[in-house]
């Protein structure tokens, strides 16, 4: 890996859609900011829920009904131009908008030119991405009208990325040296990029999975050796369990690298699932501290903690499906069998959470997904095939005997694993926990 000159020893913040979702958000961002006084790379998601917007204007695109596409993506450049009418005025309002109006342009041409549409997943990061790259230029230009001088990072630069479309892969080398580069002989203590987005070598745009701004923060925090990841949320910190979800969570203070790998794997969405590994490589801490009350130490993740966490922590994965699979002849699964099943949910990128398996039965809990059907057509081929939608996976690590009977036994179990510190169970979607 080459050594570049940049601002060093840095700290990574990360802020989510959450976070950005209003002017009020943007402020308070630049307030966070302004109070570190050393060099900052500063992540940013999509505002509020334009993620998932821009994926229903995929959705009208894919179906070639460009009008409709138009029209859902009008409603995203208004909510963009309130914001920036929200906190720009004069001239760097004028700024602001000629740079998102660029941004909106291409994401206009994209509609209005594209002939074939037959890869789904190619057009998701062409199209997608495009709500980081919004965000970030708001929060850019708010932080400079502050008074903090910092540099705009377009990360499809930086990150050099396969091309496994909406899960893409980073290159270590070739992205330290672009992300170096873009860094190098600042004047500037302040850095903004976006999540979310890479490109490949060719300069294709690609995404890193969904939630993936978490993972682009722990990359930045691993190829810059940065001090320190935080993870900026709307939440206290890691609890036992989504507050949504369910309504006795406590705090907890502290977690080791392999706890956090677990949460993070059994669906938490706190962390994302990869962005643990870069960071517990080269020892940063990870924060998880809340936005709206900066003052509050929120959770570290770590390699050592000073105390176990004590209480059972829960995560549950909704929209799941449990499918079965077992040969049309009763015959052994057996393992060259395994490898056939297995690259069909791959083949489709259809991701498995839990797998449990018998003599002549194989059942795996996967997210839903638009591949779904396809995926059982294909295993229908030479297997017989069953499966159950409208399920949820919950993992309840560090169970005790309280916990174990009052999730176990209830009403509309299918499925149940345990092990000595962990139970997961598969159960008919429920509207409380």
């Known amino acids: 890996m080459q050594t570049q000159s940049y601002p060093n020893p840095l700290r990574v913040y990360k802020f989510g859609g959450a976070s950005v979702r209003s002017a009020e958000g943007v402020e308070n961002l630049s307030r966070i900011v302004a109070a570190q006084p050393g060099p900052l790379f500063v992540v ?8 998932n917007a821009l994926e229903t204007v995929l959705e009208a695109f894919m179906g070639y009904r460009d009008a409709e596409a138009l029209n859902r993506f009008e409603a995203i450049e208004q909510m ?3 914001m920036m009418e929200a906190l720009f005025t004069g001239t760097a309002r004028q700024t602001a908008e000629a740079r998102l109006d660029d941004l909106f342009a291409q994401v206009r041409r994209w509609i209005g030119s594209a002939t074939s549409r037959d890869d789904y997943d190619r057009w998701y990061d062409r199209l997608v991405g495009y709500g980081e790259l919004f965000s970030t230029v708001i929060v850019s230009l708010y932080l400079q009208e ?3 001088p910092n540099r705009w990072i377009d990360m499809r630069q930086c990150f050099v990325t396969d091309s496994r479309y909406r899960e893409a892969n980073i290159n270590i080398d070739r992205s330290a040296e672009r992300l170096q580069q873009a860094l190098a002989g600042a004047s500037e203590r302040v850095f903004v990029g976006q999540g979310f987005i890479g490109a490949t070598a060719a300069g ?5 999975g969904r939630e993936g701004s978490d993972y682009s923060a722990a990359m930045v925090g691993y190829l810059l050796d940065a001090e320190s990841v935080t993870i900026w949320k709307d939440v206290e910190g890691i609890l036992n369990g989504d507050p949504r979800l369910f309504d006795d969570t406590v705090y907890i203070p502290q977690l080791t690298y392999l706890d956090a790998i677990e949460l993070a794997y059994s669906g938490a969405q706190v962390i994302h699932p990869k962005t643990i590994k870069p960071l517990q490589n080269k020892h940063i801490p990870l924060y998880v501290r809340p936005f709206s009350d900066p003052g509050k130490p929120g959770t570290v993740i770590c390699g050592r903690i000073d105390r176990p966490v004590g209480v059972p922590i829960r995560i549950l994965k909704q929209r799941q499906v ?10 052994f699964v057996l393992e060259e069998r395994l490898g056939d099943i297995f690259a069909v949910f791959q083949q489709y990128h259809l991701k498995i959470n839990l797998i449990q398996s018998s003599a002549v039965n194989l059942s795996v ?4 997904s638009r591949y779904l059907e396809r995926v059982i057509d294909t295993l229908q ?3 017989r095939v069953v499966y159950n939608q409208g399920v949820e996976l919950l993992t309840v690590r560090g169970y005790d005997e309280a916990s174990y009977d009052r999730y176990v036994e209830a009403p509309g179990v299918m499925l149940v694993q345990k092990t000595r510190r962990t139970v997961r169970l598969v159960r008919k979607a429920q509207m409380s926990c």
């Open 365 to 368: 809990c996967v997210d839903e």
């Open 44 to 51: 940013v998601s999509a505002m509020g829920k334009t993620t």
């Open 146 to 148: 502050q008074g903090i």
């Open 80 to 82: 963009h131009r309130a």
């Open 381 to 383: 081929v030479d297997f």
């Open 204 to 208: 294709h745009p690609t995404t890193l």
């Open 322 to 331: 449990l499918v079965s699979v077992r040969p049309k002849d009763f015959s």
